[in-house]
T-cell receptor, first 108, second 113 residues
Framework: DAKTTQPPSMDCAEGRAANLPCNHSTISGNEYVYWYRQIHSQGPQYIIHGLKNNETNEMASLIITEDRKSSTLILPHATLRDTAVYYC?????????FGTGTRLKVLA | DTGVSQNPRHKITKRGQNVTFRCDPISEHNRLYWYRQTLGQGPEFLTYFQNEAQLEKSRLLSDRFSAERPKGSFSTLEIQRTEQGDSAMYLCASLNGMGTEAFFGQGTRLTVV
Protein backbone atom coordinates (compact mmCIF):
# COMPACT_ATOMS: atom_id res chain seq x y z
CA ASP A 1 0.00 0.00 0.00
CA ALA A 2 1.20 3.51 -0.81
CA LYS A 3 2.44 5.79 1.97
CA THR A 4 0.28 8.84 2.62
CA THR A 5 1.33 12.20 4.03
CA GLN A 6 -1.05 14.54 5.86
CA PRO A 7 -0.55 17.73 7.84
CA PRO A 8 -0.58 16.94 11.56
CA SER A 9 -3.22 19.50 12.47
CA MET A 10 -5.66 22.05 11.02
CA ASP A 11 -8.23 24.48 12.37
CA CYS A 12 -11.49 25.41 10.71
CA ALA A 13 -14.22 27.88 11.66
CA GLU A 14 -17.63 26.40 12.32
CA GLY A 15 -19.86 26.63 9.26
CA ARG A 16 -16.96 26.98 6.86
CA ALA A 17 -15.65 24.31 4.53
CA ALA A 18 -12.82 22.17 5.86
CA ASN A 19 -10.35 21.08 3.19
CA LEU A 20 -8.03 18.29 4.31
CA PRO A 21 -5.16 17.46 1.95
CA CYS A 22 -3.38 14.16 1.49
CA ASN A 23 -0.35 13.25 -0.59
CA HIS A 24 -0.03 9.72 -1.97
CA SER A 25 2.55 10.21 -4.70
CA THR A 26 3.45 6.50 -4.94
CA ILE A 27 -0.13 5.28 -5.31
CA SER A 28 -0.55 2.52 -7.85
CA GLY A 29 -3.35 2.06 -10.33
CA ASN A 30 -5.38 -0.44 -8.33
CA GLU A 31 -5.19 1.42 -5.01
CA TYR A 32 -8.21 3.29 -3.75
CA VAL A 33 -8.07 6.39 -1.57
CA TYR A 34 -10.07 5.98 1.65
CA TRP A 35 -10.85 8.52 4.34
CA TYR A 36 -11.76 7.63 7.89
CA ARG A 37 -12.12 9.78 10.96
CA GLN A 38 -11.76 9.02 14.62
CA ILE A 39 -13.49 10.99 17.29
CA HIS A 40 -11.86 10.78 20.69
CA SER A 41 -12.11 7.34 22.33
CA GLN A 42 -14.15 5.83 19.49
CA GLY A 43 -13.29 3.49 16.66
CA PRO A 44 -12.54 4.95 13.22
CA GLN A 45 -15.56 5.81 11.09
CA TYR A 46 -15.67 5.45 7.31
CA ILE A 47 -16.24 8.70 5.42
CA ILE A 48 -15.69 8.16 1.72
CA HIS A 49 -13.48 6.46 -0.83
CA GLY A 50 -12.59 6.81 -4.51
CA LEU A 51 -10.35 5.50 -7.25
CA LYS A 52 -9.90 8.34 -9.72
CA ASN A 53 -13.19 10.16 -10.06
CA ASN A 54 -14.36 12.75 -7.58
CA GLU A 55 -16.91 11.39 -5.13
CA THR A 56 -19.58 12.92 -2.95
CA ASN A 57 -21.81 11.49 -0.26
CA GLU A 58 -23.87 12.87 2.57
CA MET A 59 -20.81 13.41 4.73
CA ALA A 60 -18.15 14.78 2.43
CA SER A 61 -16.64 15.20 -1.01
CA LEU A 62 -13.42 13.64 -2.21
CA ILE A 63 -11.38 15.38 -4.89
CA ILE A 64 -8.60 13.30 -6.46
CA THR A 65 -6.09 14.98 -8.76
CA GLU A 66 -5.84 13.73 -12.30
CA ASP A 67 -2.44 12.14 -11.68
CA ARG A 68 -3.86 10.59 -8.47
CA LYS A 69 -0.84 11.73 -6.48
CA SER A 70 -2.92 13.72 -4.04
CA SER A 71 -6.46 14.18 -2.83
CA THR A 72 -8.55 16.54 -0.73
CA LEU A 73 -11.38 15.68 1.61
CA ILE A 74 -13.94 18.45 1.84
CA LEU A 75 -16.40 18.82 4.70
CA PRO A 76 -18.68 21.48 3.21
CA HIS A 77 -20.06 23.02 6.40
CA ALA A 78 -17.94 21.97 9.36
CA THR A 79 -19.61 21.65 12.75
CA LEU A 80 -18.11 21.23 16.20
CA ARG A 81 -18.95 17.50 15.96
CA ASP A 82 -16.51 17.22 13.04
CA THR A 83 -13.59 17.77 15.41
CA ALA A 84 -11.62 14.54 15.03
CA VAL A 85 -8.50 12.91 13.61
CA TYR A 86 -8.89 12.30 9.88
CA TYR A 87 -6.96 9.48 8.22
CA CYS A 88 -6.20 9.19 4.53
CA UNK A 89 -5.36 5.65 3.37
CA UNK A 90 -4.26 4.39 -0.03
CA UNK A 91 -4.97 0.70 -0.33
CA UNK A 92 -5.51 -1.94 -2.96
CA UNK A 93 -5.36 -4.88 -0.59
CA UNK A 94 -7.53 -6.29 2.12
CA UNK A 95 -5.95 -4.25 4.91
CA UNK A 96 -5.49 -0.60 5.74
CA UNK A 97 -2.25 1.04 6.79
CA PHE A 98 -3.07 4.07 8.91
CA GLY A 99 -0.69 7.00 9.32
CA THR A 100 -0.94 9.54 12.12
CA GLY A 101 -3.67 11.53 10.37
CA THR A 102 -4.71 15.19 10.57
CA ARG A 103 -6.18 16.46 13.80
CA LEU A 104 -8.99 18.81 12.72
CA LYS A 105 -10.28 21.25 15.27
CA VAL A 106 -13.50 23.07 14.41
CA LEU A 107 -13.67 26.40 16.21
CA ALA A 108 -16.90 28.07 17.36
CA ASP B 1 -27.70 -3.35 17.10
CA THR B 2 -26.12 -3.94 13.71
CA GLY B 3 -22.65 -2.57 14.49
CA VAL B 4 -19.40 -4.23 15.52
CA SER B 5 -19.42 -5.02 19.22
CA GLN B 6 -16.32 -5.35 21.39
CA ASN B 7 -16.13 -6.54 24.97
CA PRO B 8 -14.99 -5.53 27.44
CA ARG B 9 -14.65 -1.81 26.74
CA HIS B 10 -12.00 -1.40 29.38
CA LYS B 11 -9.65 -3.89 31.03
CA ILE B 12 -7.08 -3.27 33.74
CA THR B 13 -4.77 -6.17 34.45
CA LYS B 14 -1.59 -6.84 36.34
CA ARG B 15 1.58 -7.53 34.44
CA GLY B 16 1.97 -11.22 33.75
CA GLN B 17 -1.75 -11.99 33.65
CA ASN B 18 -3.58 -13.29 30.60
CA VAL B 19 -6.42 -11.33 29.02
CA THR B 20 -8.97 -12.15 26.32
CA PHE B 21 -11.03 -9.73 24.25
CA ARG B 22 -14.06 -10.54 22.16
CA CYS B 23 -15.30 -9.04 18.91
CA ASP B 24 -18.71 -9.65 17.37
CA PRO B 25 -18.67 -8.43 13.77
CA ILE B 26 -21.62 -7.46 11.64
CA SER B 27 -23.31 -10.78 10.97
CA GLU B 28 -22.97 -11.03 7.20
CA HIS B 29 -19.38 -9.79 7.11
CA ASN B 30 -16.85 -12.47 6.31
CA ARG B 31 -13.70 -10.39 6.85
CA LEU B 32 -12.52 -9.50 10.33
CA TYR B 33 -9.50 -7.45 11.40
CA TRP B 34 -7.74 -6.66 14.65
CA TYR B 35 -5.78 -3.44 15.09
CA ARG B 36 -3.86 -1.96 17.99
CA GLN B 37 -3.68 1.76 18.68
CA THR B 38 -1.39 3.55 21.08
CA LEU B 39 -1.72 7.15 22.18
CA GLY B 40 -1.17 9.64 19.37
CA GLN B 41 -0.73 6.99 16.71
CA GLY B 42 -3.01 5.62 14.05
CA PRO B 43 -4.30 2.05 14.32
CA GLU B 44 -1.71 -0.65 13.49
CA PHE B 45 -2.76 -3.83 11.72
CA LEU B 46 -2.43 -7.01 13.78
CA THR B 47 -4.26 -9.80 12.00
CA TYR B 48 -6.92 -10.65 9.43
CA PHE B 49 -9.53 -13.41 9.11
CA GLN B 50 -11.58 -14.39 6.15
CA ASN B 51 -14.37 -16.51 7.59
CA GLU B 52 -12.61 -18.80 10.09
CA ALA B 53 -9.22 -18.73 8.35
CA GLN B 54 -6.51 -16.46 9.76
CA LEU B 55 -4.83 -15.29 6.57
CA GLU B 56 -2.25 -12.83 7.83
CA LYS B 57 -0.52 -11.92 11.07
CA SER B 58 1.59 -8.81 11.55
CA ARG B 59 5.08 -9.01 13.00
CA LEU B 60 3.57 -6.96 15.83
CA LEU B 61 1.69 -10.08 16.88
CA SER B 62 4.27 -11.79 19.05
CA ASP B 63 3.91 -15.37 20.20
CA ARG B 64 2.15 -14.10 23.33
CA PHE B 65 -0.76 -13.04 21.14
CA SER B 66 -3.27 -15.41 19.62
CA ALA B 67 -6.46 -14.76 17.74
CA GLU B 68 -9.24 -17.11 16.76
CA ARG B 69 -12.46 -16.92 14.85
CA PRO B 70 -14.25 -20.23 15.32
CA LYS B 71 -17.01 -20.90 12.80
CA GLY B 72 -16.31 -17.60 11.12
CA SER B 73 -18.46 -15.61 13.52
CA PHE B 74 -17.12 -13.83 16.62
CA SER B 75 -13.39 -13.51 17.22
CA THR B 76 -11.22 -13.51 20.31
CA LEU B 77 -7.81 -11.97 20.86
CA GLU B 78 -5.80 -13.36 23.76
CA ILE B 79 -2.67 -11.87 25.21
CA GLN B 80 -0.65 -14.12 27.50
CA ARG B 81 1.79 -12.86 30.14
CA THR B 82 0.84 -9.25 29.57
CA GLU B 83 3.53 -6.56 29.61
CA GLN B 84 3.22 -2.84 30.19
CA GLY B 85 3.95 -2.29 26.51
CA ASP B 86 0.74 -4.11 25.67
CA SER B 87 -1.26 -1.19 27.06
CA ALA B 88 -3.24 0.13 24.10
CA MET B 89 -6.66 0.30 22.47
CA TYR B 90 -7.46 -2.92 20.62
CA LEU B 91 -9.83 -2.35 17.71
CA CYS B 92 -11.82 -4.85 15.70
CA ALA B 93 -13.24 -4.15 12.26
CA SER B 94 -15.34 -6.12 9.82
CA LEU B 95 -15.93 -5.80 6.09
CA ASN B 96 -18.38 -7.35 3.73
CA GLY B 97 -17.33 -9.24 0.64
CA MET B 98 -17.07 -6.07 -1.45
CA GLY B 99 -14.56 -4.71 1.06
CA THR B 100 -15.26 -1.07 0.38
CA GLU B 101 -16.06 0.08 3.90
CA ALA B 102 -14.67 -1.16 7.20
CA PHE B 103 -16.88 -0.96 10.26
CA PHE B 104 -14.93 -0.54 13.47
CA GLY B 105 -16.00 -1.37 16.97
CA GLN B 106 -15.53 0.99 19.90
CA GLY B 107 -12.41 -0.87 20.95
CA THR B 108 -11.14 -2.43 24.16
CA ARG B 109 -8.78 -0.25 26.15
CA LEU B 110 -6.20 -2.38 27.94
CA THR B 111 -4.13 -1.00 30.79
CA VAL B 112 -1.37 -3.21 32.19
CA VAL B 113 -0.19 -2.14 35.63
Amino acid sequence: DAKTTQPPSMDCAEGRAANLPCNHSTISGNEYVYWYRQIHSQGPQYIIHGLKNNETNEMASLIITEDRKSSTLILPHATLRDTAVYYCIASGTYKYIFGTGTRLKVLA
Amino acid sequence: DTGVSQNPRHKITKRGQNVTFRCDPISEHNRLYWYRQTLGQGPEFLTYFQNEAQLEKSRLLSDRFSAERPKGSFSTLEIQRTEQGDSAMYLCASLNGMGTEAFFGQGTRLTVV
